[in-house]
């Protein structure tokens, strides 16, 4: 499991995600409204939709403001526009990070974001500097009691999943980019409540870091993620399990 998935597990399991899910829906609806804007509020003719759609339901989102953030983008409610915008750049001891941003003010934004990644001994990069170090990939959880391991393993893979891996009280299911609708469509029909469902940023590496930097690294990745304007944060930092844990005490 990759150095930001193993954070993302401790810090549901300590339940700090339930305290956050505010924040979370405030940045599923901006999503849904911009897929929708993009795409139509058609969920059959917009794939990015319906993803946005899946995530909103994982996150127990009510059905309402699914269909609010739906009407914004299609223009049938009035709504405030963003725009999307990725950066990139280098987090303590080297560490590589893709920021996923949706902002009505590209230049506020990208200020604040490069102040972030200064102030935790960061540095925000050219377009290009790392993304290249990751792959899109399908991303599903599951929480380990609601499914046997080998019947979700044996459905997962049936369905076409690229990935399985039972860790940190979760099943983690890996798709190919263009697979994670099929996947997600076929584990839905079997009754499995998913906690995730999303296009994920997965590093080809990952680099080892501890102590001060390990301490920096997860401020500036939290620090980021609780941006307002930020959607996604991804990074190929690797930290020891037990210190994790520590630092999210």
């Known amino acids: 499991m990759s150095g930001h ?10 339940g700090k995600l339930d305290a956050q899910r505010g924040r979370t829906f405030t ?3 901006k999503e849904i409204t911009v897929a929708a804007r993009e795409g139509g509020g058609d969920t059959e003719a917009n794939p990015r939709l319906r993803t946005a759609i899946a995530s909103a339901k ?3 989102m009510p059905a309402d403001n699914i269909k ?3 009407k914004k983008g299609t223009g049938e409610l009035p709504g405030t526009t963003y725009e999307e915008a990725h950066y990139e750049g280098y987090g303590p001891g080297g560490v590589a990070i893709l920021v996923q941003v949706l902002t009505d003010n590209k230049n506020r934004t990208v200020a604040e974001v490069r102040h972030i990644f200064t102030k935790a001994n960061g540095s925000l990069g050219e377009a290009g500097c790392v993304g290249w170090m990751f792959d899109k990939k399908g991303y599903i959880t599951v929480d380990l009691e609601k499914a046997g391991e080998d019947e979700l393993m044996e459905w997962a893979i049936d369905a076409g999943a690229a990935d399985f891996i039972a860790d940190g009280g979760i099943y983690e299911i890996y798709t190919e980019y263009a697979d994670l609708e099929k996947v997600r469509l076929a584990l839905e029909a079997k009754e499995v409540e998913l906690v995730t469902a999303e296009l994920t940023q997965i590093p080809q590496t990952t680099i080892k870091i501890e102590g001060k930097q390990a301490e920096q690294m997860i401020r500036l990745f939290e620090t980021l993620e609780d941006h307002d304007d930020v959607q996604k944060v991804y990074a190929n930092f690797d930290i020891d399990e037990s210190v994790l844990e520590k630092l999210s005490e």
């Open 5 to 14: 998935s193993k954070w993302a597990t401790i810090k549901r399991k300590k």
């Open 27 to 29: 940045k599923l609806i």
């Open 58 to 60: 994982a996150a127990n």
């Open 68 to 70: 609010r953030g739906i």
